[in-house]
């Protein structure tokens, strides 16, 4: 790797874990108190109850997914002189996942707007704004589904390019090719019958290409550090 490669891994391997932790931290405290799985009038209704921390996970939300766009541009630099073409095409992909992730939350934030009845809704009864905004929910997770789909694509083609350059051991790369294959196909299952998350829970869909894209931060990371660290030996002997 040239300088802007190792300057572009290292911000992918630092801006990954944070985006991580971020988005596991405020779907865990902001959100699974208040989503029903499968019940999205059910979760509608408890907008209302958690109005304020459900804005809380929008806005971590937000963040997490500009964050992406760091990241897909961060692997594009480092993997454009593999094969500028693919890796055009991956950050694309993962481009296009982003932008399913803001249709989602738009629809979170419509789905707020709805149940708080102002405006021309005052005419809806409560039933009615639940079943209206329930629907602004299903709608967006269906578009995050197809953006997850895009990402598996990314995942796809970035690992093969790892795997072609060798800057990372073959064996991680062909992990990230095997787990970014079972992302996409379930992604792609879920879509096309939700009773697919009764075979394989959703939980599952993204877990194998997470811990392959942590153990590429680290190896990353560590590699660099060797790197800066064999730099200053040489230097301090000269």
Excluded at 114 to 121: A, F, R, S, T, V
Excluded at 169 to 192: D, K, M, Q, T
Aim: net charge positive; aromatic share 16%.
């Amino acid at each position: 790797m040239d300088r802007s490669q190792r300057y572009a891994a290292a911000v992918f391997a630092i801006t990954f874990p944070l985006a991580t932790a971020l988005i596991m931290v405020a779907f865990t405290r902001f959100l699974a108190p208040i989503q029903v799985w499968n019940q999205e009038a059910e979760t509608a209704h408890n907008l209302i109850a958690h109005a304020h921390t459900y804005r809380l996970f929008i806005a971590a939300s937000c963040l997490y997914g500009l964050a992406g766009v760091v990241l897909l541009t961060a692997l594009y630099m480092v993997l454009r002189p593999v094969n500028r073409g693919v890796a055009a095409f991956a950050a694309f992909s993962r481009l296009v996942y982003v932008a399913m992730w803001f249709v989602q939350v738009l629809g979170s934030f419509s789905a707020l707007r709805i149940m708080n009845g102002e405006g021309p809704l005052q005419a809806f009864e409560s039933k009615q704004l639940q079943a209206l905004a329930g629907l602004q929910l299903a709608s967006g997770w269906d578009a995050y589904y197809i953006g997850l789909s895009f990402y598996a694509l990314s995942t796809l083609l970035f690992s093969w390019l790892f795997f072609q350059s060798r800057y990372i051991p073959r064996i991680l790369a062909a992990w990230g090719v095997l787990a970014s294959l079972f992302e996409g196909v379930c992604a792609f299952a879920y879509l096309n019958d939700h009773r697919f998350g009764a075979v394989v829970s959703v939980n599952w869909y993204e877990a194998p290409t997470s811990l392959f894209e942590l153990a590429l931060c680290i190896w990353l990371l560590g590699k660099e550090l060797r790197a800066a660290w064999i730099r200053k030996t040489v230097s301090a002997s000269i």
